[in-house]
Every structure is written in C-alpha cells, then in structure tokens.
C-alpha cells in the first residue's frame, strides 16, 4: 500500500484552516496538519516533514515569507512543495515565492475550498497546473 503524504496547512484564519482540514481529511492517503502561524507552521515543517505546505502570507507572530525564507535555509526545507494561498494579490510578494521556488500563488477570493483541494492534490500527484487554473 502507498504510503500517505502529508500536506501541512498554514493559516491564521480558523474558519479557512478548519475548512481546508476537513476537506483535505477526506482524501485518501493523506495525512493533514495544521498551524496557525509561521513560527507554528515552521516547527511543525521541520518536526514533520510533510510532502506538501499551503501557506498564507499575512499571519501574526511570522508571515509566510518569512517561514518560506527560514524553510530554503534548511537542507530538507530547500525542496519542500510549496503553495502560496493569499488574499494578497501583490506582484512584489509572488515574485518573492517565485524566486524561493513556489510554483504555484492562489488567491484566496478566487477559489472555493474544494478547487484549492484539487489544484494541490493534482500537484502532489506530480501534475503541472496550467496558469489559467490557478
């Protein structure tokens, strides 16, 4: 039997990270965790592991930008999937992610829960997504 990934949500907005939890909890062979910060986000990365991580960019106590700096740091965190899930549209912070290896910048306003869970599903399963998809 495949062994199950695991995808690590980030994200401060309770009512967003529950929804994702349970949606993501219904795919098969994966395990899904969750924190509510960057600095949460980041230890819960490096104790963890997972396969995948759908980070926010604005939270308290450490944004995304920061975790994602602190994750290309580290021997493991320098190859995590990674994708960024956003009210922000701003050029200046996707061109960040971009350049720290993030593929992939949703927009939250954009999206309903179970298209965020497909497009990262399709990713995790080695699919490219095309730009008009995100």
């Known amino acids: 039997m495949e062994k199950a990934k695991k995808i690590l949500i980030v994200e401060d907005e309770p009512m967003i990270r529950k929804a994702l939890v349970e949606r993501f909890s219904e795919e098969k062979n994966l395990t899904v965790m ?14 963890e592991h997972p396969d995948f991580i759908l980070l926010d960019i604005i939270m308290p106590i450490m944004n995304g930008l920061e975790m994602l700096n602190h994750l290309r740091e ?5 190859d995590v999937q990674v994708m960024i899930l956003s009210n922000l549209a701003d050029t200046e912070k996707k061109a960040e992610a971009t350049a720290k290896g993030v593929k ?22 080695g699919k490219e997504l095309a730009e008009d998809d995100i």
């Open 34 to 47: 969750s924190a509510k910060d960057g600095k949460e986000g980041l230890e819960a990365a490096f104790r």
């Open 74 to 78: 580290d021997e493991w965190g320098k």
């Open 104 to 125: 992939y910048f949703i927009i939250k306003s954009n999206v309903n829960i179970s298209s965020v869970v497909e497009k990262v599903v399709a990713v995790m399963d």
